[in-house]
């Protein structure tokens, strides 16, 4: 397998998006591209993303493959990387470690990375098709804000969608907070909030998973959230202009009541996905 990334920057955004939920997992490499899906430690979020072949600068791979990885050690590699430098990804051919190659041809600096491969079992999760009642396309930037503002009142955020509105609201020792958003509003220079609904839904979600989720927000203007009733919240960031190089998304399973513990439900709801 062989890949070349343009700029570093994109590889660095997609690590940091999703290492503080994921210690280890396979890239799944082949012939359309890399594809990533792991749950968290406590099986409570799953992360799933895709690299497609044609976003790439240089792409190959002749058989399928599967790389094992650490990315907390990926991680402390790539910071190693300017973010303009270009990357060069490589396996030897027993598979048995990837490269990194770091260029910066305005330095004429060339930096070697060789990690080995970890093996690394279980099996991938189903995850079933769903049609969902409410999808809210909005700034990924605004997602941000909203998770970091609210986490400062509360543990848990209701998420209601209503007559085209969207609110986002918490409560905690210290008092309340919401934050509404409206289908149309400008949320910044190119991004307009739209809002797709069938019905008006109501539900509530650990916002400390949320604002994990919103660490990809660097990676594009535009975070699409997927709603419906006893099946899990999809967070949506394309990846690349247009989503060109692929997507990343978080799964996240409802709270089924007021005085659950985090996560409790959340861990029974995505088990039932590996049935």
Not at 50 to 63: H, I, P, S, T, V
Not at 123 to 132: H, L, N
Not at 201 to 211: C, G, Q, V
């Amino acid at each position: 397998m062989e890949a070349k990334f343009t700029k570093a920057s994109t590889l660095k955004k997609l690590i940091e998006a999703v290492k503080e939920l994921i210690d280890e997992c396979n890239l799944e490499c082949s012939s359309t591209g890399i594809t990533m899906q792991a749950m968290d430690s406590s099986h409570i979020s799953l992360v799933s993303f895709e690299l497609l072949a044609e976003g790439f600068e240089e792409y190959q791979c002749n058989q399928n493959i599967s790389i094992g990885i650490n990315l907390g050690t990926l991680s402390k590699i790539l910071k190693s990387a300017s973010s303009d430098d270009s990357i060069r990804i490589f396996t030897d051919e027993n598979i048995e470690s990837i490269t990194f190659e770091f260029i910066n041809n305005e330095k004429s600096i060339k930096s070697t990375y060789e990690i080995k491969l970890i093996d690394i079992t279980g099996d991938p999760v189903g995850i079933p098709e769903t049609e969902y009642s409410v999808t809210v396309s909005m700034a990924s930037t605004e997602f941000s804000k909203i998770c970091k503002d609210l986490g400062v009142m509360g543990e848990t955020v209701k998420v209601q969608q209503k007559d085209k509105k969207v609110i986002f609201s918490t409560s905690g020792e210290l008092g309340t907070g919401s934050i509404e958003i409206n289908e149309g509003e400008n949320i910044d220079e190119s991004t307009t909030t739209k809002i797709e609904s069938n019905e008006n839904i109501e539900l509530s979600f650990a916002l400390r998973y949320l604002t994990l989720f919103s660490k990809a927000a660097p990676l594009c203007e535009n975070v699409t959230l997927s709603l419906e009733l006893n099946v899990p919240l999809v967070v949506e960031f394309p990846i690349g202009e247009n989503g060109g190089l692929g997507s990343i998304k978080y799964f996240l399973a409802p709270k089924m009541g007021d005085e659950d513990e985090e996560g409790e439900d959340a861990e029974e709801e995505m088990g039932e996905w590996n049935n």
